[in-house]
């Protein structure tokens, strides 16, 4: 079931804040903002800001999620989709993210998103 989503920012490659709602999209890890890839963590590579641009510029106008879950850090894991189709599936092809099969909740994206496979 999909619901809409009001007042989104990007915060990066793969984070919205949507209101108080932080939203973690499906399946996807792009590269961490200066100063979030610490410790022993395994970060995507690429350029943060080139990232962050690409899903600013997909997350123009309405969009609706399909809420799946939530992570360790109490995000919202979901599926979203703007004028642009989904976000995941466009930062994907636009190799401005990773796929992550573990990340992907019985491979919901992988079925939404050819670049995912």
Request: charged share 30%; glycine share 12%; net charge positive.
């Amino acid at each position: 079931m999909t619901a809409p989503l009001e007042n989104c920012r990007v915060v990066d490659g793969d984070t919205l804040r949507c209101g108080r709602e932080r939203v973690r999209l499906l399946g996807i890890d792009a590269a961490e903002m200066p100063g979030h890839c610490q410790g022993n963590r395994r970060c995507a590579p690429g350029d943060p800001f080139a990232s962050k641009r690409s899903l600013t510029q997909a997350a123009a106008g309405r969009l609706v999620i399909e809420r799946i879950g939530a992570d360790r850090y109490g995000r919202t894991l979901g599926l979203v989709r703007g004028a642009k189709g989904d976000l995941s599936c466009w930062q994907l092809q636009r190799s401005q993210a990773q796929y992550r099969r573990d990340w992907d909740d019985g491979g919901a994206l992988a079925q939404r998103c050819r670049a995912a496979r």
